[in-house]
């Protein structure tokens, strides 16, 4: 591990995409200023807010030489990215997303074992602070597995400018540019770490109706990037399943629709076990959360297909 002076900061900067972000961007810069190892650059990359973002983040980088704001209209995720990663002054960046709280150390984890490594991948955790987001983190967050860490995450990552150069970026695109960005990444032989200890928090969305509209945005902006085989052809093989116990109904006995229910059931439970080593087996065994998982399976489902026929409807439509 590299040997760290905490009572230093670093020459590095961390790189933030927002749009529309009043609600969370000053949780973050609190975090950014609470790190136990500080940059000694923030580039905010504001991608046309129609909120206060920009107003609040010029009012927090007013007495500050640090925070650098960079306004631009209609900005991707992945464009921010480029345009705030081209506008840092260091060699290290590090990237992370407004909605996301950082534990108070994960710079100083992160760079750790930066030594001998072109990009190191944090961890990240969904803040469980009702029921819904309970329940919402079974249905779609990846369980921790026994090696401590989720997976590759971009917004919990450390990375060389250099490498970023490298791979011309992230695409400009609202959803996937990370995966093809790490994809790409990966091609040119980077050396990679892995630091579970650099912990971020990820605020789940509240509700169905924008968990529903999170997966519609996403799922749309994935199949325009050509990703079907990443996710959606994996749903649709599932839902092919069904249709044989439907045709069983209607010319055999109706008993064959049970089929269903155990179906999502089955699905359910899968998911709900992913989380066992941080929750254990608990969960499996009530019924209200058994039920919601469900729920939010099949609103998923929907949310993915909607956005699936809304992007073959349609033409790209950049940041929409």
Same mark, same amino acid.
């Given at each position: 591990?590299?040997?760290?002076?905490?009572?230093?900061?670093?020459?590095?900067?961390?790189?933030?995409?927002?749009?529309?972000?009043?609600?969370?961007?000053?949780?973050?810069?609190?975090?950014?200023?609470?790190?136990?190892?500080?940059?000694?650059?923030?580039?905010?990359?504001?991608?046309?807010?129609?909120?206060?973002?920009?107003?609040?983040?010029?009012?927090?980088?007013?007495?500050?030489?640090?925070?650098?704001?960079?306004?631009?209209?209609?900005?991707? /995720?992945?464009?921010?990215?480029?345009?705030?990663?081209?506008?840092?002054?260091?060699?290290?960046?590090?990237?992370?997303?407004?909605?996301?709280?950082?534990?108070?150390?994960?710079?100083?984890?992160?760079?750790?074992?930066?030594?001998?490594?072109?990009?190191?991948?944090?961890?990240?955790?969904?803040?469980?602070?009702?029921?819904?987001?309970? @329940?919402?983190?079974?249905?779609?967050? /990846?369980? !921790?597995?026994?090696?401590?860490?989720?997976?590759?995450?971009?917004?919990?990552?450390?990375?060389?400018?250099?490498? @970023?150069?490298?791979?011309?970026?992230? /695409?400009?695109?609202?959803?996937?540019?990370?995966?093809?960005?790490?994809?790409?990444?990966?091609?040119?032989?980077?050396?990679?770490?892995?630091?579970?200890?650099?912990? +971020?928090?990820?605020?789940?969305?509240?509700?169905?109706?924008?968990?529903?509209?999170?997966?519609?945005?996403?799922?749309?902006?994935?199949?325009? +990037?050509?990703?079907?085989?990443?996710?959606?052809?994996?749903?649709?093989?599932?839902?092919?399943?069904?249709?044989?116990?439907?045709?069983?109904?209607?010319?055999?006995?109706?008993?064959? !629709?049970?089929?269903?229910?155990?179906?999502?059931?089955?699905?359910?439970?899968?998911?709900?076990?992913?989380?066992?080593?941080?929750?254990?087996?608990?969960?499996?065994?009530?019924?209200?959360? !058994?039920?919601?998982?469900?729920?939010?399976?099949?609103?998923?489902?929907?949310?993915?297909?909607?956005?699936?026929?809304?992007?073959?409807?349609?033409?790209?439509?950049?940041?929409?």
């Amino acid at each position: 591990m590299r040997s760290i002076d905490i009572s230093e900061g670093l020459f590095l900067t961390i790189v933030i995409p927002v749009r529309d972000e009043a609600a969370t961007i000053s949780t973050l810069i609190e975090s950014i200023d609470r790190q136990t190892l500080k940059p000694n650059e923030i580039v905010i990359v504001d991608g046309g807010s129609t909120d206060d973002t920009v107003s609040l983040i010029e009012r927090i980088a007013a007495d500050r030489q640090d925070i650098h704001l960079v306004k631009t209209d209609g900005a991707s /995720p992945g464009r921010g990215r480029n345009l705030g990663f081209a506008a840092a002054r260091n060699d290290w960046i590090a990237f992370t997303d407004a909605g996301i709280t950082l534990k108070d150390d994960w710079l100083e984890q992160l760079w750790s074992v930066s030594d001998g490594n072109d990009i190191v991948y944090g961890n990240f955790s969904p803040v469980r602070d009702r029921f819904f987001t309970q @329940c919402a983190a079974l249905a779609y967050v /990846p369980g !921790l597995p026994p090696t401590g860490i989720r997976g590759k995450f971009i917004a919990s990552s450390l990375i060389k400018k250099a490498v @970023c150069e490298a791979v011309g970026g992230f /695409p400009d695109r609202r959803a996937a540019e990370d995966l093809i960005f790490m994809e790409e990444v990966e091609k040119t032989g980077a050396r990679i770490g892995f630091a579970p200890n650099a912990m +971020v928090q990820w605020q789940l969305r509240p509700d169905i109706a924008s968990t529903f509209q999170k997966f519609v945005l996403y799922s749309k902006h994935n199949v325009w +990037v050509g990703r079907q085989w990443d996710w959606h052809y994996g749903i649709l093989r599932k839902y092919l399943l069904l249709p044989p116990f439907v045709a069983l109904a209607v010319f055999q006995s109706w008993w064959w !629709l049970l089929a269903l229910p155990l179906w999502l059931l089955a699905r359910t439970a899968r998911r709900i076990a992913a989380h066992r080593h941080e929750l254990g087996f608990g969960p499996l065994f009530n019924p209200l959360v !058994l039920m919601t998982v469900s729920f939010l399976v099949l609103v998923i489902d929907s949310g993915t297909f909607v956005g699936w026929l809304q992007a073959r409807m349609s033409v790209y439509e950049g940041n929409a």
